[in-house]
């Protein structure tokens, strides 16, 4: 193999038509002398590593052998917290988890009661909801500062969920079983009883989905849940809150819709009744909201200033409930209040099985949001404070704390961020601070439950919503994704409105499906280009966006970025044949007619073959070999002597028929962005490298990667004709090789046939009809693609 430099001589010398001088400035230059590896060559200079595949007797030895460190590794891989507890600086970190765990419990508990009115529970219950969930993660999460607890998205989910299993109308009162428009009408009592069953059994079937899904090891698949779905499925989940939460605000009545354009029909039923609005709640509620933006915005911009967030939600429904109780303004103004909190805990219930049947589906859903929004926000805090946050044990703990959780009467737990939040930015360390927070709460629901009675419903209603803001302000992504990549911009506006309009299940649903269908449509309609060379370097860049670049005269480097499957093959011979310009089985297909034509010709005597091509009589007249349809004339046979003849196909021939010129003589296949190959993929190629190669042109294969190489050598790819040779370890190996190969030699079109234009060529040329019958025949033949 000769060497050749990269370019490294002194003197000027031609590459392909690319004059390449040596650098007069040095600088950053670098200069690298080698030979030019083809595979073959590669691999006889560089020993490959020989990979000896375990048995499954060593495997199962491996992942069965015990010994005290694999226990103790094990142990701790499931109870993360006997890693860090005994760790625990109580002197450094104690302070700054009680502080933390106070401000976080406070806001627990008023998040709780008001993402009770999203689940359509009873609000004591979501008290409940913001303590059972905590203890287990404190043993089983890998996150020091997730707060754990109702989040109000899967609330709205579930509270979906409950209104289409168990609506008002199910629940008539004896005496009134015909008007339901009016509360009266509807045994409160059974009805709530039942949504609690419902709510706590779709928590306990979620949780196991999560255990489930932890166990198996699949915590991958929450990264089908992209950054742009996210945020297009919680600014819609935002809108869906805020709707159902402005009729408590307002204090009017609605009736209840599930399902498609559910939230339409909720504002519809809203602003048609807007005149019965109660004006005590909703002076409450703007007033709330106004106060708790104003308070939230001040804690952000002087958070380097105000050492504890001030804790609005807790002082706004301490004054709420202090005006409600003393102005009595339930029965002065028929406000809404919360009424009854039961004090104390209540007993463990199983859940209803029988429902399970019912609610997979949206389990499933509620599980997934719930785990993907907690993991997202654990490993953005994981990342600031330097610790790891593991997937699938995230899976496992949050599916045991929502099992533990569920048997208690509690609603789905997660995260939500704002808590978070709260909870690291007051100085907590670890989840100590949120087993003090739990602390807070049950004291909420021993003692100062009953107390929280008169608040008006409205009050919690406009705490949600203040707490909506960075959902709805998500919506300024929208311009930012359309500058950096549109297709993600519409998987985050597809997600949003289909989240919207279709309910918060069927949007995850089509959100989820239209982001697929953009990585599918991606990968089989991808990027390709053809490359050109940067004067005196080896780098080969897109010829269309730089100015400088140089192709190697006579020769078409062609990259396809996409693996080379079968939903790509198609257009990646569409791309191939647009960058060649010409369509190798048509070029192959009126070389073959013209060589028909000639040979009648000779036959007749119209045309004379000798070494130097076919030449025509003078006498004869040109019209004469206009591209018609073969005489059926008999042609005596005239003996002559066998002559090999050479046809020029970009020249002019003697005959009128259009054969499409061929300017090149080498095809480089740049493979470096071709990560996988299937079956078809390596058919179709093999197919098209022959069309290409019985034409005259020689085909390299560059930059492949060589598990790429491996599947074409187990799928058949090489035979007698195709061989390694062809393959180049980089896209100037090739160049320099095709290079070094012109300069010795002219290249020859194999179809400048070296055929026998006499009587004794008995078979007439075959044409080749298409590229699909081709492949059909093969397959029939062969089993392996073979030719």
């Known amino acids: 193999m000769k060497s050749v430099s990269s370019h490294l001589f002194g003197e000027q010398e031609s590459l392909g038509g690319i004059e390449m001088p040596a650098p007069e400035n040095l600088g950053d230059n670098y200069f690298v002398a080698r030979a030019v590896y083809s595979e073959n060559f590669f691999q006889e200079e560089n020993e490959r590593k020989e990979k000896v595949p375990k048995t499954l007797r060593d495997r199962l030895a491996k992942e069965c052998s015990c010994s005290a460190k694999r226990i103790l590794g094990i142990i701790k891989s499931v109870f993360p917290v006997l890693d860090w507890l005994p760790k625990y600086k109580l002197k450094q970190w104690l302070p700054g988890d009680i502080i933390s765990g106070l401000s976080t419990g406070l806001i627990a508990t008023l998040q709780g009661l008001a993402f009770a009115l999203l689940a359509e529970v009873p609000v004591g219950y979501g008290l409940y909801s913001a303590f059972f969930p905590i203890l287990p993660y404190f043993f089983l999460g890998t996150s020091k500062h997730l707060a754990v607890g109702p989040f109000p998205i899967t609330s709205l989910m579930i509270g979906s969920l409950i209104l289409q299993l168990a609506p008002d109308e199910n629940f008539p009162l004896a005496s009134n079983t015909t008007d339901f428009s009016n509360v009266t009408g509807v045994d409160v009592a059974a009805r709530d009883a039942q949504r609690v069953i419902i709510a706590s059994s779709v928590t306990v079937l979620a949780g196991i989905i999560q255990l489930a899904l932890g166990v198996l ?75 708790c933006v104003i308070v939230k915005e001040i804690n952000v911009r002087f958070k380097d200033k105000i050492k504890v967030p001030i804790p609005i939600e807790v002082i706004v429904t301490i004054v709420a409930t202090g005006i409600s109780y003393g102005a009595n303004l339930e029965k002065k103004y028929n406000a809404g209040i919360i009424k009854s909190i039961p004090t104390g805990f209540l007993p463990p219930v199983s859940p209803d099985a029988s429902l399970f049947s019912q609610m997979g589906t949206s389990a499933f859903s509620i599980a997934i949001v719930g785990y993907a929004v907690a993991v997202s926000v654990a490993k953005v805090f994981g990342t600031k404070h330097g610790y790891p946050i593991d997937g699938n044990q995230e899976f496992i703990a949050l599916g045991i704390s929502n099992i533990f959780g569920g048997c208690f009467s509690n609603f789905l737990a997660g995260t939500a961020l704002s808590r978070t939040a709260v909870q690291e930015s007051t100085g907590g360390k670890t989840q100590v601070a949120g087993l003090l927070s739990a602390v807070i709460v049950m004291i909420a629901i021993l003692i100062v439950g009953k107390l929280l009675e008169p608040l008006q419903k409205s009050v919690l209603a406009a705490i949600v919503i203040a707490n909506l803001k960075g959902m709805f302000w998500q919506v300024f992504d929208i311009p930012v994704l359309w500058r950096q990549n549109r297709v993600d911009c519409l998987i985050w506006i597809v997600t949003w409105i289909a989240a919207i309009l279709l309910g918060l299940d069927l949007g995850l649903l089509v959100g989820v499906c239209f982001e697929l269908l953009t990585v ?211 896209i100037h190996d090739a160049v320099v090789h095709i290079h070094t190969q012109t300069m010795f030699k002219d290249v020859q079109d194999p179809i400048f046939e070296k055929i026998s234009l006499m009587q004794e060529l008995k078979e007439p040329l075959e044409e080749v009809q298409d590229d699909v019958e081709e492949l059909e025949d093969q397959n029939q033949g062969h089993a392996g693609f073979s030719y």
């Open 217 to 291: 090891q699949v915590g991958f698949i929450v990264r089908y849940l992209s950054v742009p779905l996210v945020g297009g499925f919680t600014t819609a989940a935002a809108f869906h809150v805020f709707v159902s939460q402005l009729k408590i605000a307002l204090s009017v009545p609605t009736q209840s819709y599930i399902g498609v354009l559910s939230v339409i029909y909720t504002l519809i039923d809203i602003f048609r009744n807007i005149r019965q609005t109660n004006i005590a709640d909703f002076i409450a509620a703007l007033i709330t909201f106004i106060v």
């Open 520 to 730: 599918v449509l991606r990968a089989q309609f991808p990027f390709s280009t053809s490359l050109g060379n940067v004067p005196n370097t080896d780098i080969y860049k897109n010829l269309k966006r730089y100015k400088n670049l140089v192709e190697p005269k006579g020769v078409k480097i062609f990259k396809f970025s996409s693996p080379l499957f079968f939903g790509s093959v198609d257009y990646f011979k569409e791309k191939l044949n647009n960058a060649v310009g010409f369509d190798p089985v048509r070029v192959f297909n009126k070389r073959t007619k013209a060589l028909k034509k000639i040979q009648s010709l000779i036959k007749k005597g119209q045309l004379r073959a000798t070494r130097e091509g076919v030449i025509t009589d003078g006498s004869v007249a040109n019209e004469g070999f206009e591209d018609e349809g073969e005489s059926q004339e008999e042609v005596p046979d005239v003996p002559t002597k066998e002559v090999e003849i050479q046809v020029d196909w970009n020249s002019e021939l003697p005959i009128k028929i259009q054969v499409p010129k061929v300017t090149i003589h080498s095809l480089v296949f740049d493979f470096s962005a071709v990560s996988f190959m299937d079956i078809v993929g390596v058919r179709i190629f093999k197919m098209v490298v022959r069309q290409f190669e019985r034409i005259g042109i020689k085909i390299y294969v560059v930059a492949y990667e060589d598990h790429v190489l491996k599947k074409l050598e187990n799928c058949g790819f090489f035979d007698e004709n195709l061989k390694k040779d062809m393959f180049y370890l980089t």
